[in-house]
């Protein structure tokens, strides 16, 4: 069974330009949520997807959105990027979200410069 | 919201030695606490969990104990191997996969 998959594996922006992560959760998971993970900051929750309905959102501004399709892959959108998002973002799947295990993606290390 | 904190942030010990991590949170609500390890450069994964109903869990080398009275919970490693280096991160749960971690903790075992 393949494990949930993140594309690109690394982004280089410049400030004000937005991107849009993808990712695709192992195969009959329904539930995805990203998270951002800077050093010293540890991991910081985003959002969470399930049946393409939003279930939960951090405290991030509304510059980060995301979404998802039919097949529960997900996107995740950063638009006017700052220097301050620079960091990892990680999608994690779990077949539901009930306080599952979280199987994370390899992530994609944005730079924003 | 959750505020979960995590000591230390860094850990040495000698091969062979046991490891503690200590978290502790602030909701009451929160009722499902996991572990991640995650190696240099990779993912995180899940090595150990526990649920509000229960006070202490093991495996194998590996245990995880909550006072829900106190809000606090630690990861106990016994027997620590080189490839137990690594940065451990605590979690807190309330409902949902939204979770509240730790700032990690970094595991350096001394061969």
């Known amino acids: 069974k393949a494990g949930v998959t993140q594309t690109p594996r690394y982004l280089i922006k410049t400030r004000g330009q937005q991107v849009t992560l993808s990712c695709s959760p192992i195969s009959g998971h329904r539930s995805v949520s990203w998270y951002q993970q800077t050093p010293g900051q540890g991991l910081q929750f985003l959002f969470e997807?399930?049946?393409?309905?939003?279930?939960n959102k951090g405290n991030f501004p509304g510059r980060f959105s995301g979404r998802q399709f039919s097949n529960s892959r997900s996107e995740m959108n950063v638009s006017t990027l700052e220097l301050g998002d620079s960091a990892l973002y990680l999608c994690?799947?779990?077949?539901?979200?009930?306080?599952?295990?979280?199987?994370f993606g390899s992530g994609t290390q944005l730079s924003v410069l | 919201g959750e505020n979960v904190e995590q000591h230390p942030s860094t850990l040495s010990v000698q091969e062979g030695d046991s490891a503690v991590i200590k978290c502790t949170y602030s909701?009451?609500?929160?009722?499902?606490f996991p572990w991640y390890k995650q190696e240099l450069g990779k993912r995180p994964q899940l090595i150990i969990d526990i649920r509000s109903n229960v006070g202490e869990k093991k495996d194998q080398r590996i245990a995880v104990t909550l006072n829900k009275t106190a809000k606090h919970f630690s990861l106990h490693i016994t027997e620590t191997q080189p490839e137990d280096s690594a940065v451990y991160f605590c979690a807190a749960g309330a409902g949902g996969n939204q979770f509240y971690f730790g700032t990690g903790t970094s595991l350096t075992v001394i061969p």
């Open positions: 997807y399930f049946s393409e309905t939003q279930r």
């Open positions: 994690a799947s779990s077949a539901v979200p009930s306080r599952e295990k979280l199987f």
């Open positions: 909701d009451s609500a929160s009722n499902y």
